[in-house]
C-alpha cells in the first residue's frame, strides 16, 4: 500500500514519517514465517497510513490505548469485547466473507458472535431447546444437503439463541444453561426442533464498545435471529443465523449481520392452533420457519 500524502503536510516532514514506516518494515524481515511476515507487514502498513491520514494526535492516541485496555479489563471467560468491538466495525463480517467465497446455492454465512458456548446439551429430533427460557415457543425444521443436493445424515446443527428478555444464559452469572442444544440430522438429512421465537436486543453496551456506539450515534440493537453452526465430514462448516422477515431492524444491525437470503418467515401461529408434533402448548400462541440448508464441499 502507498500512502498518499496530505498535501499541507511538508515534504520534510512526509519523508520522515515514512522512514518509520520503513523502520518497522526491515524489523519483521527476518521472520521465517512467510504468512506472519505479510500479515504484519500489511498491519504495519495500514495503521501508519491510518495514523498520517487523520494526523492522529497524541491525545487521541492515549484516548485509544486506554479504549483498548477497558475492553480487555471487562473481557473474560463469559464476556470478549473484542469480538464485540470487531462486530461492530464489520470486520467480523468482513472476514466471514473472505473466508466463505460463494459456491452455487450454499447457504450464506454470517457472524459467529460472542455468545457460542461449547458442550451444549444434545436433544433429539423434535426435542426443546429453551429449557426455561423465557419466550414464544418456535417450531423448526428444514433439510441439510450438500452442494448437489443429497441429503446430509448426521450432520451437527448447533443452534443457540437469546430469550425473550434478549439475554443468552451466559449473560446472567449463574450456571444456568438454556436457549442453546445440539441435534443430528435424520437419515433423510431432515431436522426439527423447538426454539424461542427470536426477538431483538442489544449486544452488551455496558462497556467501551457501547460508549463508543453512543459517541458516534449508533444503536446497539441486534435484529432478531436465531443462531446455527452446521458442521458434517467433508463439507464447509456454517456458522449463520436467520432473521425475522418484518423486523424494522434488518437494515440497521449492529453488527452488520444482515443478508437478504436468511431472512425468513416466522409464521405466528393462533392459540390452540394444533402444532406439528401434537405438543400440548396450552393454549399459548406459537411461531413456526423452515430454514434449508446447504453446504459447500470442505475447502472451497
Known sequence: MTHTPDAAVPVQQQEREADVVRQVLRSFEACTDPRLRQVMQSLVHHLHAFVREVRLTEAEWS?????LTRAGHITDERRQEFI???????VSMQTVAVNN?????????T???PFFVDNSPEI???????????????????????ADGKPVAGARIEVWEADED???DTQYGDDRLA???????DADGGYRFWALTPTPYPIPHDGPVGALLAATGRSPMRASHLHFMVTAPALRTLVTHIFVDGDELLDRDAVFGVKESLVKSFDTQPPGTATPDGRDLHGRSWSRVRFDIMLAPDGT
Not at 484516548?63 to 479504549?67: L, S
Not at 467465497?101 to 454465512?109: F, H, Q, V, W
Not at 436457549?179 to 440430522?185: C, G, K, N, P, W
Open 111 to 113: 457472524v459467529f458472535g
Open 84 to 90: 464485540l468491538l470487531s462486530d461492530v466495525l464489520g
Open 124 to 146: 433429539a429430533q423434535g426435542g426443546d431447546l429453551s429449557f426455561g427460557a423465557a419466550g414464544e415457543p418456535c417450531w423448526v425444521e428444514g433439510t441439510v444437503t450438500d
Open 179 to 185: 436457549a442453546r442444544a445440539h441435534l443430528f440430522t
Open 166 to 168: 434478549g439475554f443468552y
Open 63 to 67: 484516548e485509544g490505548i486506554d479504549f
Open 101 to 109: 467465497e460463494a459456491y452455487g446455492g450454499a447457504t450464506e454465512a
